[in-house]
T-cell receptor
Framework: GNSVTQMEGPVTLSEEAFLTINCTYTATGYPSLFWYVQYPGEGLQLLLKATKADDKGSNKGFEATYRKETTSFHLEKGSVQVSDSAVYFCALTQDTGGFKTIFGAGTRLFVKA | GAGVSQSPRYKVAKRGQDVALRCDPISGHVSLFWYQQALGQGPEFLTYFQNEAQLDKSGLPSDRFFAERPEGSVSTLKIQRTQQEDSAVYLC????????????FGQGTRLTVV
């Protein structure tokens, strides 16, 4: 079945450091890929998405590229801020009759000033 | 409303008690999903509605869990005879049409069974 695997956290970085959170997926066909973010005390929010191979999703300085050859969708940001501290979830959605979203376990990011 | 609304935000139930969790999706959204998020984990799919039809309930963990969406808008997730392992955040999400690929999430209901 479909699945998403992302790097375990927590990830602790200093402000302005480079961020990478790895994500790989298993799916048949061509799923859509997402990164969601959950700030402390808030609900899940869509951060970015990509719907086909080689697409790059971007938002708020974050980027991820849909790599079908490596079944990956790694999240990157060139310079993190304290306000980026949150839990990040990689996810996929595919038409298996219901378009349910499959989530990774989440990666907690702490950014220190 | 502007977003997906869930109520209550917090619920404490005694073991064995029945609970009902409500979800108001974004107006006009066809698809509605329920997820269960245990502490420190990603959300796990429970069930999916397209309008009033429950098309997938493969993620419901037991027959104590029941969901409905009788008029194709508001949905209720009911858990009978709650157990401690039911303690989790229950998330509702909606999307504008089948296959839109993106879901809008509510803030969730945190259920604690004591």
């Amino acid at each position: 079945g479909n699945s998403v695997t992302q790097m375990e956290g927590p990830v602790t970085l200093s402000e302005e450091a480079f961020l990478t959170i790895n994500c790989t997926y298993t799916a048949t066909g061509y799923p859509s890929l997402f990164w969601y973010v959950q700030y402390p005390g808030e609900g899940l929010q869509l951060l970015l998405k990509a719907t086909k191979a080689d697409d790059k999703g971007s938002n708020k300085g974050f980027e991820a590229t849909y790599r079908k050859e490596t079944t990956s969708f790694h999240l990157e940001k060139g310079s993190v801020q304290v306000s980026d501290s949150a839990v990040y979830f990689c996810a996929l959605t595919q038409d298996t009759g219901g378009f349910k979203t499959i989530f990774g376990a989440g990666t907690r990011l702490f950014v220190k000033a | 409303g502007a977003g997906v609304s869930q109520s209550p935000r917090y619920k404490v139930a005694k073991r064995g008690q029945d609970v009902a969790l409500r979800c108001d999706p974004i107006s006009g959204h066809v698809s509605l999903f329920w997820y269960q998020q245990a502490l420190g984990q990603g959300p796990e799919f429970l069930t999916y509605f397209q309008n009033e039809a429950q098309l997938d309930k493969s993620g419901l963990p037991s027959d104590r869990f029941f969901a409905e969406r009788p008029e194709g808008s508001v949905s209720t997730l009911k858990i009978q005879r709650t157990q401690q392992e039911d303690s989790a955040v229950y998330l509702c999400a909606s999307s504008p049409r089948q296959g839109s690929g993106r879901a809008f999430f509510g803030q969730g209901t945190r259920l604690t069974v004591v």
